[in-house]
């Protein structure tokens, strides 16, 4: 799987996890150079607290485009040390 914008692959794995339609992908498997810390976050009742980051591509800025679960509840386990993206972020074969 890879997640892009702007024509940019951001992250790319084949070990990615599926939970609710969502790939989350191994940390290791992100480029850090395109993620901005982010003040954001929010509470799914069975997964955890959320936190996101702003993906950078040549300047331009998606705001909180991907989140992750820094200490998921036990029933989101699987998830831990992975990261997500939505927002117009294309993850695709």
Known sequence: MKASWNN???AESDDT???EGNHYFPRDSVAAGYLADSESTSVCP???T???YSVVV???TNEDAAWFYPDPKDAAAEIR???AFWKGITVSE
């Open 17 to 19: 996890v599926v939970v």
């Open 81 to 83: 040390d992975r990261i």
């Open 58 to 60: 040549d300047g331009a």
């Open 8 to 10: 940019t692959v951001i």
């Open 46 to 48: 069975w997964k955890g």
């Open 50 to 52: 959320a936190s996101y």
